[in-house]
């Protein structure tokens, strides 16, 4: 199976405080099922990443889906 690649990255805080620059849909998948809040935006990306593995959605929804559930989860960090 490809990594579903998408760009720019998003910046999120790991549970072990490290900064984890995600640019695809299965890193994205991996950090979703890490976060103890799982929240509305949070099932909308889990979702969306689902959909993605089955071709039914591009990269790049995911992308902003996870990018609003980290920020819902208070693990976005800003893009240097």
Not at 13 to 23: I, V
Request: charged share 30%; proline share 5%; glycine share 4%.
């Amino acid at each position: 199976m490809s990594l579903l690649w998408f760009s720019p990255n998003v910046p999120v805080r790991t549970d072990a405080g490290h900064r984890y620059n995600c640019n695809n849909v299965q890193g994205a998948i991996a950090e979703l099922l890490k976060w103890s809040k799982r929240g509305p935006k949070w099932q909308i990306a889990a979702d969306l990443c689902l959909d993605a593995l089955d071709h039914k959605v591009r990269p790049e929804v995911v992308r902003e889906a996870f990018r609003e559930a980290a920020e819902e989860e208070g693990k976005l960090l800003t893009n240097l």
